[in-house]
């Protein structure tokens, strides 16, 4: 297999809806292979020098660190939070056939061979 590094992104929102439009839009611009919607979650942290307690829905992305910036930067743009969370972690291992199907997703060549 060629050298490739795979990547889950995290981000959160606080709406199903607005999960599932951050994860639809970045797999249509193919910034990311696929999305999965977890939730609701209860996210405690401090904002503005207050401890906050909220419910959201976690989305974690499946894209190759070649498609990063291209994901973080439609986050940052969709995204209607004022500090999104966005967060990368490495693949360093997985399915051979599933790593190889997110690198096959994520590249532009596809989405123009698809007319795209």
Do not use: N
């Not at 929102?13 to 999305?35: F, H, N, Q, Y």
């Amino acid at each position: 297999m060629a050298t490739v590094d795979w990547l889950t992104v995290l981000t959160t929102t606080d709406a199903a809806e607005k999960a599932e439009a951050l994860a639809r839009g970045a797999v249509e611009a193919r910034a990311a292979a696929c999305a999965q919607i977890s939730g609701p979650v209860t996210s405690v942290y401090r904002w503005k020098g207050v401890v906050e307690t909220a419910a959201e829905w976690q989305v974690l992305f499946k894209t190759t660190a070649a498609r990063y910036d291209d994901l973080e930067s439609y986050l940052r743009h969709a995204h209607d939070y004022d500090t999104p969370e966005i967060i990368a972690t490495p693949i360093v291992r997985g399915s051979a056939d599933y790593l190889r199907w997110v690198e096959e997703e994520t590249t532009e060549e596809a989405s123009a061979e698809a007319g795209g």
